[in-house]
Nanobody
Framework: QVRLVESGGGLVQAGGSLRLSCVAS????????MGWYRQAPGKQRELVAS???????NYADSVKGRFAISRDNAKNTVYLQMNSLKPEDTSVYYC?????????WGQGAQVTVSS
């Protein structure tokens, strides 16, 4: 069992930056592929970025060049640095941990970008 706790969400003006953090507890962190997803009202949850245990990253086209995912295995933490934020980035952001058939979700962090 893995418990994920997100922090760092909030309200920011367009063009601003935020950094989300997700701390994992309860299992061996560095075996998991970690991901950030987001879900806006009335829309499906979508992958924003992911990072494997080996450090390979993947990004949604809509955030490439603006967002960066990283992990610190010593701190059991994954980060999402979000720059040049746009109003369309407004969403609830969820942390995800995945290993084979196992998957865990955090409670979500609201990010609101005002125009």
């Amino acid at each position: 069992q893995v418990r994920l706790v997100e922090s760092g969400g909030g309200l920011v003006q367009a063009g601003g930056s935020l950094r989300l953090s997700c701390v994992a507890s309860g299992s061996i962190f560095d075996i998991y592929t970690m991901g950030w997803y987001r879900q806006a009202p009335g829309k499906q949850r979508e992958l924003v970025a992911s990072i494997t245990s080996g450090g390979s990253t993947n990004y949604a086209d809509s955030v490439k060049g603006r967002f960066a995912i990283s992990r610190d295995n010593a701190k059991n933490t994954v980060y999402l640095q979000m720059n040049s934020l746009k109003p369309e980035d407004t969403s609830v952001y969820y942390c995800n941990a995945k290993f084979k058939a196992l998957g865990y979700w955090g409670q979500g962090a609201q990010v609101t970008v005002s125009s």
